[in-house]
């Protein structure tokens, strides 16, 4: 064979022998629409969290992004269903703080909030508020302080149920001050919040987003704020940080995951329609409705604090033997 003649059948077998890998080449992503597990149900502060962020992407992404609510057991249901679901970025899941604090109160929680899933990007956060019941007699933080003190146990204070994050940010407060108060959980924060609207109970802690129609009214007060910075709404009032107490900043925060083994080219592509999504001067407007500023984080970023936090709030429910009812 001639040289000439062997070159081009070299170049003939390898061309078929590489066409077959040229065709297996995955589709570009997206080809259809993609799926957010919302383990919420509708219509309530998840549901409403999301729902514009996902108008956003599906501008952004060229597809269809709709929500599929899946509530049930401390939002453990339908984060279940998204760490089982197919990693190939046609479902996503809105993941948050409550997530790492049910690690660590449910007993065999089906799945690994840290390992079993590729995060994404962090949305979102919102701080929380100490209140008090105006005509409680209690003016300022440390007002309360010295009177929980000085009647240890016989202040009580509510929240909307064990493991709640007003419950964890008053342990923490507890063991910061060397205080004793009394918990009373209610099944839910509205219940929680109207008695103490209605005085019965004289302490809660809340979101703002919960609580400002009443600071506005004057049946509350607020004594101290749990973000970092103050809040805009309420520059007068301390952090605990300002106050000595920096262990009670506590952000809640909501973002998206994909489950573990999301090929990383899909969950960048991700994190940018997230990152794109989030310039909307319309999306911003919403969760500030919700008492919610932007948090946004890369994976690795959100990565980091899903583990810090499941971490933080894990030695915190251990150490008080706590376990959801």
């Known amino acids: 064979?001639?040289?000439?003649?062997?070159?081009?059948?070299?170049?003939?077998?390898?061309?078929?022998?590489?066409?077959?890998?040229?065709?297996?080449?995955?589709?570009?992503w997206?080809?259809?629409?993609?799926?957010?597990i919302v383990p919420a149900p509708p219509g309530g502060a998840y549901d409403r969290t999301i729902r514009p962020l996902a108008q956003e992407m599906s501008a952004q992404l060229k597809q269809p992004v709709f929500i599929e609510n899946k509530p049930g057991a401390g939002n453990i249901i339908g984060t279940q269903a998204g760490a089982t679901a197919a990693p190939d970025g046609y479902t996503l899941t809105m993941t948050g703080m409550l997530n790492t604090?049910?690690?660590?109160?449910?007993?065999?929680?089906?799945?690994?909030?840290?390992?079993?899933?590729?995060?994404?990007?962090?949305?979102?956060?919102?701080?929380?508020?100490?209140?008090?019941?105006?005509?409680?007699?209690?003016?300022?933080f440390a007002?309360?302080?010295?009177?929980?003190?000085?009647?240890?146990?016989k202040l009580n204070y509510a929240t909307s149920g064990q493991g709640s994050t007003g419950h964890l940010v008053m342990e923490l407060l507890q063991r910061a001050t060397g205080t004793q108060l009394t918990h009373v959980p209610y099944k839910?924060?509205?219940?929680?919040?109207?008695?103490?609207?209605?005085?019965?109970?004289?302490i809660t802690v809340i979101p703002g987003s919960g609580a400002m129609q009443h600071v506005q009214s004057g049946k509350l007060k607020v004594l101290a704020v749990s973000s970092a910075a103050r809040s805009p709404e309420l520059p007068q009032v301390p952090t605990f940080e300002e106050i000595g107490?920096?262990?009670?900043?506590?952000?809640?925060?909501?973002?998206?995951?994909?489950?573990?083994?999301?090929?990383?080219?899909?969950?960048?592509?991700?994190?940018?329609?997230?990152?794109?999504?989030?310039?909307?001067?319309?999306?911003?407007?919403?969760?500030?409705?919700?008492?919610?500023?932007?948090?946004?984080?890369?994976?690795?970023?959100?990565?980091?604090?899903?583990?810090?936090?499941?971490?933080?709030?894990?030695?915190?429910?251990?150490?008080?033997?706590?376990?959801?009812?």
């Not at 839910?188 to 004289?202: E, I, K, N, S």
Request: charge should be positive; charged fraction near 20%.
């Open 1 to 28: 064979m001639k040289p000439v003649t062997r070159r081009l059948a070299a170049f003939t077998l390898v061309a078929l022998g590489t066409a077959p890998f040229a065709r297996a080449q995955p589709a570009a």
């Open 30 to 36: 997206p080809t259809k629409p993609i799926r957010i």
């Open 101 to 140: 604090i049910a690690q660590g109160i449910y007993e065999r929680v089906p799945f690994d909030i840290v390992a079993d899933f590729a995060h994404v990007a962090c949305i979102a956060g919102g701080e929380q508020w100490l209140v008090v019941n105006s005509q409680a007699g209690i003016a300022s």
């Open 143 to 153: 007002g309360l302080i010295e009177q929980a003190r000085r009647e240890p146990g």
């Open 188 to 202: 839910g924060g509205a219940p929680a919040l109207q008695d103490v609207l209605a005085g019965l109970v004289p």
């Open 245 to 325: 107490h920096k262990q009670l900043t506590v952000i809640s925060w909501v973002g998206l995951s994909a489950p573990k083994g999301t090929p990383p080219e899909i969950v960048d592509k991700v994190y940018a329609a997230v990152r794109a999504s989030m310039a909307s001067k319309d999306l911003m407007a919403k969760l500030a409705a919700e008492g919610l500023t932007a948090m946004l984080m890369s994976p690795s970023q959100y990565t980091q604090l899903v583990r810090s936090d499941t971490e933080r709030w894990g030695q915190l429910t251990r150490s008080l033997n706590l376990k959801a009812n």
